[in-house]
């Protein structure tokens, strides 16, 4: 099976040795997977390097064209957000990472509004994080995501955790209801980000076999991603996350979307 993962954080060397592309490239023959989503560091991690962190990744990803796809972020301190988006497009990358507690922003603050009708207009994918993570909860509530859904009717993004599990239903619930929204690379807008749910010592992300199975069968497996929060998880979990997924009572067919044919189809040039 080909497997294609997102949500991989890379960091420069100098910042955090183990989440260097050179690790995630070993990570990912390691794990046996083919492709993955790189994201851009945040732009307070990599300012004291003076470094424009999607300028950056765009460069370092060059080296692996064919195995690294890279997403930008958003500098929220900066200004003119339509441009900056412009600038990841522009750069080659196919999406952007929003983190709300990170980037301590509400996910429908005016500055991520103008970002959400920029990236829908340059078909940009946008991985947004999702669940409990010592901020406010309100700034990201699940069913605002229905709101973004509604607003930008072709911005296609995925929760990554679901929701965490206080808010996987409620995830289920936004993807369902924006299931039938045609864009450019098929139907339906908002996708499941199984990322970091596999292991019980994430009490908040965690999901068990049978959860994931019922979550297959709520949304289907067209909107169901797999994700690995490198550097976050070691290799054995991450090889511990594709055994749990191929050991579901699911078809080989719903397997193999979800583990990578359809972040491919969304993301691949
Ligand atoms: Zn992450």
């Given at each position: 099976m080909r497997i294609w993962a997102n949500h991989a954080?890379?960091?420069?060397?100098?910042?955090?040795?183990?989440?260097?592309?050179?690790?995630?490239?070993?990570?990912?023959?390691?794990?046996?997977?083919?492709?993955?989503?790189?994201?851009?560091?945040?732009?307070?991690?990599?300012?004291e390097l003076g470094l424009d962190p999607t300028v950056w990744l765009a460069k370092a990803v060059k080296r692996r064209p064919d195995r690294i796809i890279a997403f930008g972020t958003i500098d929220l301190g900066g200004s003119s957000f339509k441009s900056q988006v412009k600038k990841i497009h522009d750069l080659g990358m196919r999406g952007i990472k929003i983190?709300?507690?990170?980037?301590?922003?509400?996910?429908?603050?005016?500055?991520?509004?103008e970002v959400y009708a920029e990236a829908e207009k340059r078909e940009l994918f946008i991985s947004f994080h999702t669940g409990p993570h010592r901020s406010r909860l309100?700034?990201?509530?699940?069913?605002?995501?229905?709101?973004?859904a509604l607003r930008f009717p072709r911005l296609r993004f995925s929760l990554e955790h679901v929701g965490g599990y206080a808010g996987l239903r409620e995830a289920v619930g936004v993807i369902q209801n924006n299931e039938h929204r045609p864009h450019t690379r098929g139907v339906g807008t908002?996708?499941?980000g199984l990322t970091t749910v596999f292991h019980p010592r994430w009490r908040e992300y965690y999901l068990s076999p049978m959860m994931l199975e019922e979550l297959v069968y709520?949304?289907?497996?067209?909107?169901?991603i797999f994700g690995l929060d490198f550097p976050y998880n070691d290799v054995n979990e991450?090889?511990?996350?594709?055994?749990?997924?191929?050991?579901l009572n699911i078809s080989t067919a719903a397997k193999e979307k979800i583990l990578g044919e359809v972040l491919h189809a969304q993301i691949a040039l």
């Open positions: 954080h890379v960091f420069p060397q100098e910042l955090r040795e183990e989440g260097s592309l050179d690790n995630l490239l070993l990570y990912m023959d390691s794990c046996e997977i083919e492709g993955c989503v790189a994201f851009a560091p945040l732009a307070r991690q990599v300012r983190h709300p507690p990170g980037q301590r922003t509400a996910i429908l603050a005016d500055a991520l509004l309100a700034s990201l509530r699940v069913l605002d995501f229905d709101e973004i908002v996708f499941a709520r949304i289907g497996e067209d909107h169901i991450t090889k511990e996350a594709i055994k749990i997924i191929n050991h």
